[in-house]
């Protein structure tokens, strides 16, 4: 199983950016879909941005136009720029991957925190 190890969280003003990086143990070839999702206080974790491993992407609703995933298959790392954050993107976020035979790995997770 991949392991899969976040960072690029951080304390923020409202309206600046953030890149959030998810490194993968391996090659991240095997991997079907890689997200990223995110958990705020008391609420559910829920998927913010995917992509697969033709790079075809999709977003949650409230975070469409502000942030971008992408991935570099040669350094086996997922981005996630993230730019006119708002306090309601605060949270922790974390990175998923899951391989063709549908073996989900989760990163530890990092928390961004966007102050008003």
């Known amino acids: 199983q991949v392991q899969l190890v976040e960072s690029g969280g951080g304390l923020v003003q409202a309206g600046g950016s953030l890149r959030l990086s998810c490194a993968a143990s391996?090659?991240?070839?095997?991997?079907?879909?890689m997200g990223w999702y995110r958990q705020a206080s008391g609420n559910k974790r829920e998927l913010v941005a995917g992509?697969?491993?033709?790079?075809?992407?999709n977003y949650a609703d409230s975070v469409k136009g502000r942030f971008t995933i992408s991935r570099d298959n040669a350094k086996n790392t997922v981005y996630l720029q993230m730019n006119s954050l708002k306090p309601e993107d605060t949270a922790v976020y974390y990175c998923?991957?899951?391989?063709?035979?549908?073996?989900?790995?989760w990163g530890q997770g990092t928390q961004v925190t966007v102050s008003s």
């Open positions: 998923n991957g899951v391989n063709t035979r549908g073996t989900t790995s």
């Open positions: 391996r090659t991240i070839f095997s991997l079907d879909f």
């Open positions: 992509i697969t491993s033709v790079g075809r992407t």
